[in-house]
């Protein structure tokens, strides 16, 4: 699969072989391609789930889980998140945005995450496409519903606000990517420990695909 057979939208990634050396790469234009992409991205999200956009957080489950992230900072996976989340020494002080950059730290790096390189290098190389298609068919479907890998890779593939088709040979790096993911929405209470939809996850998810591409699910 070619980046441009499957998008929300043609992202800058497609247009990097035109570049025979760096003198030729337009950086400001490379970045502005990338905003466009996640804006697009974002406002894809608010349009195809409009009841997550309208609903409430479960506050017990948020609370518990935040309480979580932050008792175990220097534990497996949380200190992963708060690196990737680029939190310093200063977490975020409400639940709510803790929880969504946890969520979401790893689908947009803002920091290194520690991660090994293949996990992390894994991880990048899903493109907008493969997360919202996932989170949409997963969130779509609703609570209760079934996310290992390759229930992930089928909703992506199967969502019908996503243009194009996968290949044969993208199936093992996608699952490989979403394997490394499915434990940490696990770990966070997006998931149970059967690895099926919570109501913390059909609220949460979608907010922190929004937040790692520097939108809000919240804010049109």
């Not at 980046?3 to 939208?9: A, C, K």
């Not at 506050?59 to 992230?69: C, F, G, H, P, S």
């Not at 899903?126 to 390759?150: C, K, N, S, Y």
């Not at 992930?152 to 990517?177: N, Q, T, V």
Request: overall charge negative; aromatic content about 8%.
């Amino acid at each position: 699969m070619s980046d441009s057979e499957r998008n929300v939208t043609p992202t800058p990634a497609d247009n990097l072989d035109g570049y025979d050396d760096l003198e030729d790469f337009d950086a400001d234009g490379f970045l502005q391609e990338w905003q466009e992409a996640d804006r697009t991205a974002v406002e894809l999200l608010r349009e195809a789930l409009p009841d997550v956009v309208e609903a409430s957080a479960p506050q017990d489950a948020l609370a518990t889980a935040a309480e979580r992230v932050r008792e175990h900072l220097t534990d497996w996976p949380y200190r992963h998140l708060a690196s990737a989340a680029d939190w310093g020494r200063r977490l975020p002080a409400d639940d709510e945005t803790l929880w969504t950059q946890a969520a979401g730290s790893l689908v947009s790096m803002h920091g290194e995450s520690g991660l090994g390189s293949h996990e992390e290098s894994s991880l990048m190389a899903l493109q907008h496409a493969d997360w919202a298609g996932a989170i949409i068919g997963l969130a779509r479907a609703g609570v209760g519903t079934r996310a290992w890998p390759g229930d992930l890779f089928e909703l992506a593939d199967k969502c019908p606000e996503i243009e194009g088709s996968y290949e044969p040979d993208d199936r093992e790096p996608i699952e490989f990517a979403f394997e490394l993911m499915v434990p940490i929405w696990e770990a966070l209470g997006a998931l149970d420990e059967h690895r099926r939809l919570t109501p913390l996850g059909h609220w949460g998810l979608p907010r922190a695909l929004a937040w790692a591409w520097d939108g809000s699910l919240d804010e049109g």
